[in-house]
């Protein structure tokens, strides 16, 4: 890796403030997913490093919640200034780390560093309210106050964006966190940190546990009296473990788990326009996001057209190593990704699918490159249909009517993101009301911003990131009743 800035490659863990070894000294190998290498090994924490952690946040909650607002938008947005001041160097570590094209790794620093600054200017708007008061001598004031230290749990599609989604908030609420990355990515957490240390954020604001021993680790999070939420981004099988074992110490919980996307074509669609949105909605990030399409709904009378031309793109996408130019789909991010993706595309062409392109590894065995796969003939009795894919492959189903496609957009226990296509202005308002989703992209396949509320319904989970409302989620509202006013 050519880094300008090499403390950008850190490996050991930060806690109050320092990058510190695990007490155990164990490590363990981070690896580029294109190519196998191990690009770096990191401290492997435990049980007790997680508690020393908790512990920093807590003391150092004490102090960052009486900070001002300005004062906390002031470190906020120099540690926003930073990260854009190293973009090249974040991306290309997300890169080695990930695996993702290093133009998508670039808009991923970005988008994320976007949710630094807009909280670092919404820490300043934490209103409450005075409420007329229901006796002559009362008066009623509420004010928002921070809920205390946060444990975030974050995935690896997203190993700097999903982290600054959660911290940025909750640091601007007046919280503190204790962020444990991923196994498969913690070198683009760690690189947070070290410019949050340039930033000037106090010790033990931002602490990173970093390690493999998730299920222990997940466990003092959440069992620990002084954490008082969790938010998590990940699968919705860890989610509900997490949350039921929230529930011993009733903390706050914020969870954005799995999604089924449904992405539907009308008739009266513009079809170029929907190729393309459904290019960007199935293969960013090889397929790898919750929001990404997951079954394609194209209603029969443009069914034919639309697979011919969204074939054709699909064919024109480069498959190869992230950091190389022109590459526009990286690796998968490990081995058992891609025996699920083949599970499922065995089974469908087992049920008398078709592979109209794709369909299998691109290179030998160890290959984790999964070719952007198109596939047709594709029933609701199909594991596409149900299971939430995260990888290249799109399964094509042809619908009549609004009503049927309606039914089966909404026929999964998953409510994260949805999208469709189509012009006339009424069927758009009955289609985005009837989905079951979160999300609605209408006529787009990019939903993903800082200035809306990013969240799920059902088991995607509740609570919403980003936007005005993101902050809502690391404060409590406290009421004040003032009596005896005459
Ligand atoms: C995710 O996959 O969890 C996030 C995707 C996004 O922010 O676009």
């Excluded at 498969?184 to 949050?196: C, I, K, R, W």
């Excluded at 009378?301 to 024109?316: N, P, S």
């Amino acid at each position: 890796m050519e880094l300008k800035n090499k403390n950008l490659l850190q490996t050991e863990a930060y806690i109050n403030g320092q990058f510190t070894a695990s007490a155990s000294g164990s490590k363990f190998e981070v690896m580029n997913p294109y190519d196998g290498t191990v690009v770096a090994e990191v401290s492997d924490c435990a049980i007790a490093d997680t508690e020393q952690a908790i512990q920093a946040a807590s003391e150092a909650f004490q102090v960052w919640k009486k900070f001002t607002a300005g004062k906390r938008a002031r470190i906020l947005k120099r540690w926003y200034q930073l990260q854009l001041e190293n973009v090249d160097d974040l991306a290309q570590i997300l890169t080695i780390e990930q695996g993702k094209p290093l133009a998508e790794a670039k808009g991923e620093i970005k988008y994320g560093a976007s949710f630094v600054e807009w909280f670092a200017e919404e820490a300043r708007r934490i209103y409450g309210d005075t409420i007329p008061g229901h006796q002559g001598d009362k008066r009623i004031v509420t004010i928002k106050q921070p809920v205390g230290v946060v444990a975030a749990i974050t995935p690896w599609n997203f190993p700097s964006a999903m982290i600054t989604r959660k911290v940025a908030p909750a640091l601007a609420a007046g919280c503190t966190v204790v962020i444990k990355p991923s196994e498969l990515t913690p070198l683009s957490a760690l690189a947070l940190a070290e410019l949050a240390n340039q930033a000037g954020f106090p010790p033990g604001v931002i602490n990173i546990v970093t390690t493999t021993d998730a299920k222990a680790v997940g466990e003092v999070m959440t069992s620990s009296p002084l954490v008082r939420k969790l938010s998590f981004t990940g699968s919705t099988r860890v989610g509900k473990i997490l949350l039921k074992q929230c529930a011993d110490s009733v903390k706050k919980v914020s969870l954005e788990l799995g999604g089924n996307a449904p992405f539907i074509v009308f008739d009266d669609a513009d079809l170029d326009i929907a190729v393309q949105g459904a290019i960007a909605a199935k293969y960013r990030n090889a397929g790898q996001t919750c929001v990404c399409a997951n079954r394609l709904f194209v209603q029969s009378g443009v069914y034919d057209e639309f697979i011919t031309k969204f074939t054709a793109a699909v064919k024109e996408q480069q498959l190869g190593n992230g950091i190389a130019a022109g590459t526009v789909i990286g690796p998968m991010i490990e081995e058992k990704a891609v025996q699920f993706v083949e599970s499922v595309v065995s089974d469908a062409i087992a049920k008398g699918g078709e592979v109209l392109t794709g369909g299998q590894r691109n290179g030998d065995k160890s290959s984790l490159m999964y070719e952007p796969t198109v596939l047709a003939n594709v029933t609701t009795d199909m594991s596409v249909y149900s299971s939430e894919i995260f990888g290249p492959v799109a399964p094509v189903f042809k619908f009549e009517t609004e009503e049927e496609v309606i039914k089966l957009a909404n026929d999964t226990p998953y409510g994260l993101a949805s999208y469709f296509y189509g012009r006339d202005y009424a069927k758009i308002w009955r289609v985005a009301e009837a989905l079951e989703y979160g999300m609605v992209g209408i006529n787009t396949g990019m939903i993903s911003t800082t200035v809306a509320p990013f969240g799920g319904i059902k088991e995607s989970g509740f609570g919403r990131e980003g936007s005005k409302y993101g902050m809502d989620d690391y404060l409590e509202i406290k009421y004040m009743c003032w009596g005896g006013i005459e």
